[in-house]
């Protein structure tokens, strides 16, 4: 009986010592994918906010957001089922615990961060901080989705919109191009009618492409082809969330209108039905939308499918309360070093950085990452 327990007793021990050196090692792994140099194709600007910057914005514009949500019964309907944004709406304090139940709460949360951007400053001080959270995680190049609708329903117009951008040109540690989200659920006719706008103002040619976020059950693809016709006449690159929630295979459009990328597409790599797309795969995102119950639970994991199309990114990393670096543990714990240096090359093609920053960078990933 002494010898069972005494042996028992060993097992314990060794299992604790097995789970400290994983730890150990992970907790490594984590310190060298945030200090590597890194690439984020998926990234929304609303969804990752610099919080020390929110928190200025909150306390500056909190009395006019609880005006404007109690004085509109269409903001307030939106917002009335979501207990944080209710408490803000009595007390004038902001928890930001980013808890969804559902992705329409996801939803809901996101349009409430957008209302603390109220004028061309707040827009600018916004988008300082975000670039400053991306310089310290050392990312070097990011494409950021701006949502416009939002924007515009502030009363920010799309001349003020392009002259702060115009501010962000050229910044020395980073490499950014600008995304304009025109959001699915507003249809083709509104969607064109803001990218007419932005052309007009845009002739420095500040904004790099166009993105289709938003519920991708509201408007089947076919109904955009005016869009999609505006964006490559513009030469617009063309950016879809599709297969996140629907099981729709859109790859004839894509073809059709010369769209190489598609962010989440879940359905896409279950399917195996890839092609010659990117899939901007947002793990953490996923999750806490409830499109997943968990990270390896994704069909990237799940049925451990061809990863050349595969890119990871973050989507909202402040609402999801994740960074670049995280994301990409997962895959490096999950998968190996080799799968990992593949999937970060399949994101600097699709960057389009020159072939000598992406030798560079390739390099130490294999001289640094164990």
Request: glycine share 4%; with cysteine; aromatic share 12%.
């Amino acid at each position: 009986m002494y010898r069972i327990y005494h042996f028992n007793k060993i097992l314990i021990i060794i299992s604790l010592l097995n789970y400290l050196r994983m730890e150990k090692q992970m907790n490594s792994n984590y310190l060298t994918l945030f200090k590597a140099p890194k690439i984020d194709l998926h990234l929304h600007l609303q969804g990752a906010a610099n919080m020390h910057v929110f928190s200025h914005l909150v306390n500056i514009n909190k009395h006019t957001v609880i005006n404007q949500i109690l004085n509109d019964d269409f903001l307030y309907e939106r917002y009335s089922k979501n207990n944080e944004i209710q408490e803000f709406l009595e007390s004038g304090k902001l928890a930001l615990n980013f808890s969804f139940l559902t992705i329409n709460d996801f939803f809901a949360m996101y349009r409430f961060m957008c209302l603390f951007i109220r004028c061309k400053k707040d827009l600018y001080l916004y988008i300082k901080g975000v670039i400053i959270n991306l310089i310290n995680q050392n990312i070097i190049y990011s494409d950021i989705i701006i949502s416009l609708p939002e924007l515009l329903e502030q009363n920010i117009k799309i001349d003020e919109i392009i002259n702060v951008l115009n501010e962000f040109k050229d910044i020395k540690d980073i490499k950014i191009n600008w995304w304009i989200d025109l959001v699915r659920h507003n249809g083709n006719k509104k969607c064109l009618t803001m990218l007419e706008k932005i052309i007009k103002h845009d002739s420095d040619h500040i904004i790099y492409g166009i993105n289709l976020g938003g519920k991708e059950s509201s408007y089947a693809l076919n109904e955009f082809s005016e869009l999609f016709k505006l964006a490559n006449d513009n030469n617009l690159k063309i950016n879809i969330h599709d297969g996140e929630i629907t099981s729709v295979d859109n790859n004839y459009y894509y073809k059709k209108y010369g769209i190489s990328r598609i962010a989440h597409g879940l359905n896409y790599i279950q399917k195996g039905n890839v092609h010659n797309l990117s899939i901007e795969v947002c793990l953490t995102s996923n999750v806490n939308t409830k499109i997943i119950n968990s990270v390896y639970e994704h069909p990237l994991f799940e049925s451990r499918k061809n990863t050349n199309n595969i890119c990871i990114c973050t989507d909202d990393p402040t609402l999801f309360q994740t960074n670049l670096a995280l994301e990409l543990l997962y895959v490096l714990e999950f998968y190996n070093k080799d799968v990992l240096i593949k999937i970060i090359t399949n994101s600097l093609e699709a960057s389009g950085l020159n072939y000598k920053k992406r030798y560079k960078i390739i390099k130490w990933y294999i001289d640094n990452i164990k």
